[in-house]
């Protein structure tokens, strides 16, 4: 079945970027996503990305996609104190609604 | 955007009673709802499918009889905890979406003491 993985856990300093890497076994995933849990909070969707594109670029957030890799990456550019949080990625099915998800990176950003 | 409110968003029962968890999709109509369940430090782990008008889809291992769903209308599923222990203690997110993505509910912590 389908299988998404990710590195558990990040530690940057305020200020430099972040890059959390994923990788997935479905290679006719539709949509790739990047999902953001605060503590005690439900899921936050951050960005998505079609499995037609390369890239994709939303203000301090860039996902990368090597399709032939299968391989997702998020990099956060000037990650700040705020950003500290669980990162989870995730696939959708192909032709379907379910949503795949990876185990989360928990991001810690020290000042 | 997509708005999903989910309550209550905490809650304590005790052992053997039952407790109902709502979803609603706010601005929009969703034919399909997922509940999820989060142990801690964990990911989020599918239990079943919700689609309105029809019975809910379980993934594996989820027993359909103690966790009872109803997706009666458009915009509303309910998650049931029937006879509740403590193992049913976790936290438990329901999604619904269109188009391109899912957005989540804020999520529901059950304690069962």
């Known amino acids: 079945g389908e299988d998404v993985e990710q590195s558990l856990f990040l530690s940057v300093r305020e200020g430099d970027s972040s890059v959390i890497n994923c990788t997935y076994t479905d290679s006719s995933s539709t949509y790739l996503y990047w999902y953001k849990q605060e503590p005690g909070a439900g899921l936050q969707l951050l960005t998505y990305i079609f499995s037609n594109m390369d890239m994709k670029q939303d203000q301090r957030l860039t996902v990368l996609l090597n399709k032939k890799d299968k391989h997702l990456s998020l990099r956060i550019a000037d990650t700040q104190t705020g950003d500290s949080a669980i990162y989870f990625c995730?696939?959708?099915?192909?032709?379907?609604?379910?949503?795949?998800f990876g185990a989360g990176t928990r991001l810690f950003v020290k000042a | 955007g997509a708005v999903v409110s989910q309550h209550p968003s905490r809650v304590i029962c005790k052992s053997g009673t039952s407790v109902k968890i709502e979803c609603r999709s706010l601005?929009?109509?969703?034919?399909?709802m997922f509940w999820y369940r989060q142990f801690p430090k964990q990911s989020l782990m599918l239990m079943a499918t919700?689609?309105?008008?029809?019975?809910?889809?379980?993934e594996q291992g989820v027993e359909k009889d103690k966790f009872l769903i109803n997706h009666a209308s458009l915009t509303l599923s309910t998650l049931t905890v029937t006879s509740a222990h403590p193992e049913d203690s976790s936290f438990y997110i329901c999604?619904?979406?269109?188009?391109?993505?899912?957005?989540f509910g804020s999520g529901t912590r059950l304690t069962v003491v």
């Open positions: 999604s619904a979406g269109q188009g391109y993505g899912y957005t």
């Open positions: 995730a696939e959708r099915e192909t032709g379907g609604f379910k949503t795949i």
């Open positions: 601005d929009f109509q969703a034919t399909t």
């Open positions: 919700s689609n309105e008008g029809s019975k809910a889809t379980y």
